[in-house]
């Protein structure tokens, strides 16, 4: 490609920050407004941390008692500290401090899945329900420490619960409430989780799920819970069993006394969170309070830059990290307001998100790449029939998203007047580890750019574990600070938690992920590690060569995956899904080999390429390549763990189209 034409294509520009449009409230200035300004912060959070993380939480967070200890230990050892001696608690600071402040102002707008059944909760009614639900958990006689296990809908009693066991100092356990009862089961165990909360049922996209019948059957095989908190969201009859189940709106009501917070250390746990499971095993992570908080908190501030007056939507669930930090904690302990979506972006129509955005009138919306693509599948209408006019960011996480889906969504949701922010983080870093700031980054499609506050990252040979420090390096990306929100162990294990990240490469965390830094030092995240593939010599990344196919406009989505080849070592098997309406046909397959060759070269040719109607994703929307790269290769019999897949129906269809060529 010559310098014109990159400059003409659309998903090889640069996007300068803008120059604030007229959706920028007049009121304000950006937190972040240069870049300049940013390097000189991040210049400080790494050479001195200290300085940086005590403004830092002295800004943003209320503590009981004052921390003597910024840091204390190492990633290598694997036994970091943040704001030691310190003493707070999570719902003080998300919840009572704004109800002192500002009663009426809105905490959560919720989303029902029925369009037209929205309401909100202010900051005085939330502190009042927590404070009832803190009060139920003591009468069940749950003390500092104990977990609590949450498998709920997206409600704002989710929200609630999650924000009374910060509360009593209990520790949370969410689990997405899609999962089987054999997988909320094995996380109860595994968590050895005290009680349960649920509602009878659940509503997404219209369908009904039977959420405490879920729990029931899981409960066979969980002797450590001993009561059941029931919330009515439907109210249909459920089954419930004397001495172990409570209903939700009768214990509340018959609370009457206010619940104190209770302060704890700030490294004492907060949270258990398994990883949605794309590569295996599922992990719970065990995240401490202080320093998630204040990881939190500052990223919510600076990455999307809140302010007071803005509206706030996330529409990750609370079952994942993002729902955690971005739907619950973040916005909540700025004091601003959090749109709690319940529905599927297609329900009842493809145009849900954007109506949902005009109805609040959001400010802010954070989504999944495997959204965009599904939705930019669908057509431009969708988004076309609504306004958005009060939208002044959007931004994206969970995959690498590629830079025609990138461009999609600037240009048709965001009309180009709102910054794109992709953010590039995991489960086990509890907040943002790579983004750019909206005002203050040039963005380039496709490129998460740079290191967040505090965010030192390394990208090392993934053979000899050297750092690569030159532009233009390709490698593993590790991090080689500790940050506050970065999680303590894997529960129960850890042992694995040393060897998965702290002892894989020395003295540095390891993510898992490969990467690449440009010539201009831009981070690009090109997918996990064991999905990196290798044709005769060349390291090819899946998600290179996935943002080539979809810029072929008959494409909607696709996984690339390496598999076992004689010759070259590997060879690259694509699986593609077409845009809606399109029918399968030599010419799409030969046109699509066609733009892969001309956007990368005759290197990155698919040997393969096979159309199909889905991919297999997780629960939380990801491609599980995994299990891709064991269809391709003829052995779909040993499959592995498939209890995160989100439609195991798909796999018989995928076999069979694999079967005619394996
Ligand atoms: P498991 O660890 O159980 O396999 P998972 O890695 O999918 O599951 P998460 O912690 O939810 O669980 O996801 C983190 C991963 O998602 C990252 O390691 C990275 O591979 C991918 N990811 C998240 N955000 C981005 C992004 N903006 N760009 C590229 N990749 C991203
Ligand atoms: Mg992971």
Redesign the pocket.
């Known amino acids: 490609m010559t310098v014109e034409e990159s400059q003409l294509n659309p998903i090889h520009a640069l996007y300068e920050p803008y120059p604030l449009t007229s959706r920028y409230p007049k009121d304000r200035t950006p937190w972040i407004s240069s870049f300049e300004q940013y390097k000189a912060m991040h210049d400080q959070s790494i050479n001195e941390p200290d300085v940086f993380w005590r403004l830092r939480a002295s800004e943003l967070v209320e503590f009981d008692t004052p921390f003597h200890t910024v840091c204390s230990g190492s990633l290598g050892e694997g036994n970091v500290k943040w704001f030691e001696g310190g003493k707070l608690n999570i719902s003080y600071n998300c919840v009572d401090r704004w109800a002192e402040k500002t009663p009426d102002a809105v905490a959560i707008i919720y989303e029902a899945d029925q369009p037209g059944g929205a309401k909100s909760v202010t900051y005085k009614e939330l502190l009042d329900q927590v404070s009832r639900v803190a009060g139920v958990f003591k009468s069940f006689g749950l003390e500092k420490g104990d977990t609590v296990a949450i498998y709920m809908p997206m409600v704002p009693e989710a929200a609630i619960t999650m924000l009374a066991c910060t509360r009593l100092g209990l520790v949370h356990n969410v689990v997405f409430a899609g999962f089987s009862a054999h997988s909320l089961a094995e996380r109860i165990r595994d968590s050895n989780a005290k009680a349960v909360v649920t509602s009878d049922q659940g509503l997404r996209g219209g369908k009904i799920i039977h959420n405490k019948k879920i729990v029931d059957e899981a409960l066979l095989t969980c002797s450590s819970v001993t009561k059941v908190l029931v919330f009515e969201r439907t109210g249909a009859e459920v089954p419930m069993q004397q001495g172990r189940d409570v209903s939700w709106s009768k214990a509340l009501s018959e609370q009457n006394e206010f619940v104190p917070p209770v302060f704890v250390d700030s490294e004492d746990p907060m949270f258990i969170l398994y990883?949605?499971?794309?590569?295996?095993k599922?992990?719970g992570l065990l995240h401490t309070t202080a320093g998630y908080l204040v990881g939190v908190a500052m990223t919510t501030k600076y990455t999307f830059d809140l302010g007071k007056d803005d509206v706030f939507c996330c529409s990750a669930d609370i079952g994942?990290?993002t729902g955690h930090s971005y739907g619950v904690y973040g916005p909540l302990s700025l004091g601003v307001t959090t749109v709690i979506f319940e529905s599927v972006p297609n329900y009842p129509d493809a145009s849900r998100f954007w109506k949902t955005v005009d109805e609040h009138k959001i400010t802010q919306f954070y989504t999944a790449p495997t959204a965009i693509r599904s939705l930019r599948r669908l057509g431009d209408d969708f988004v076309n029939c609504t306004d958005l006019s009060s939208l002044r960011l959007i931004a994206?996480?969970?995959?690498?998203?590629n830079p025609e889906a990138w461009v999609w969504y600037k240009s048709v949701v965001g009309k180009d007047l709102c910054p794109v922010v992709?953010?590039?983080?995991?489960?086990?870093n509890g907040s943002h580890l790579i983004t750019p700031l909206p005002f203050a980054t040039t963005t380039k499609p496709g490129s998460?750019t740079f290191p967040m506050f505090g965010i030192e990252p390394a990208i090392l040979d993934p053979n000899t574990g050297e750092e690569l420090t030159g532009p233009n390096v390709k490698g593993v990306l590790c991090i080689k600070k500790p940050w506050p929100s970065i999680a303590r162990s894997i529960l129960g294990d850890h042992d694995r938690y040393l060897t998965t990240y702290m002892h894989a490469y020395k003295g540095v965390y390891f993510?898992?992920?490969a990467a690449r830094r440009d010539e201009d030092g831009y981070y690009w995240?090109s997918?996990?590690v064991d999905d990196v593939i290798n044709v005769s010599g060349h390291r090819m990344s899946t998600?290179e060569i996935e943002s080539a196919i979809i810029q072929n406009e008959s494409v909607a989505e696709s996984a690339v995956v390496g598999i076992e080849d004689e010759i070259t070592g590997q060879s690259i098997c694509a699986f593609v899904t077409l845009q809606a309406g399109l029918k399968e046909s030599d010419q799409i397959k030969k046109s699509i080999i066609a733009t892969v060759r001309t956007e990368i070269g005759p290197i990155a040719t698919p040997k393969n390429l096979i159309l199909v109607n889905e991919l297999p994703k997780?629960r939380?929307g990801?491609i599980i390549r995994r299990i891709l790269r064991k269809v391709a290769s003829g052995e779909a019999d040993q499959l592995g763990d498939l209890s995160?897949m989100s439609d195991p129906s798909l796999l018989a269809p995928l076999v069979e189209k694999c079967c005619r060529w394996v």
């Open positions: 990883t949605s499971g794309s590569t295996g599922p992990k994942w990290i994206s996480v969970g995959e690498p998203i992709d953010t590039y983080w995991q489960t086990e998460a993510t898992g992920d995240i997918g996990r998600a997780t939380s990801k995160t």
